[in-house]
């Protein structure tokens, strides 16, 4: 799955996100529904996994160096698109 997930475009990525969002939240509720006894553990479970996951809401820092003419779009948090048109181009 990471292969195929690494030969993806970022919006391609993140549409089977969703879908596994999707299926695993579906798994969880059906697999409570069977064992509803585990609810506990399985909380403590993702409050494990939560913790040890790097914090994604702190600051970030980036270094960017660029030379001659070059451009550079940066983004932090999120995507960049960049839709250039050459100067011989209509508007």
Same mark, same amino acid.
């Given at each position: 799955?990471?292969?195929?997930?690494?030969?993806?475009?970022?919006?391609?990525?993140?549409? #089977? =996100?969703?879908?596994?969002?999707?299926?695993?939240?579906? =798994?969880?509720?059906?697999?409570?529904?069977?064992?509803?006894?585990?609810?506990?553990?399985? =909380?403590?479970?993702?409050?494990?996994?939560?913790?040890?996951?790097?914090?994604?809401?702190?600051?970030?820092?980036?270094? #960017?160096?660029?030379?001659?003419?070059?451009?550079?779009?940066?983004?932090?948090?999120?995507?960049?698109?960049?839709?250039?048109?050459?100067?011989?181009?209509? =508007?």
């Amino acid at each position: 799955m990471a292969a195929r997930l690494a030969e993806q475009s970022d919006r391609e990525r993140e549409q #089977v =996100r969703q879908e596994l969002v999707i299926a695993w939240t579906a =798994r969880l509720s059906d697999f409570l529904e069977d064992r509803p006894e585990l609810a506990t553990e399985l =909380r403590e479970l993702i409050g494990r996994l939560r913790a040890s996951l790097p914090d994604a809401s702190g600051a970030a820092q980036q270094t #960017v160096h660029a030379q001659d003419h070059a451009v550079q779009y940066i983004s932090q948090h999120g995507n960049v698109y960049v839709n250039q048109r050459g100067p011989q181009e209509p =508007r």
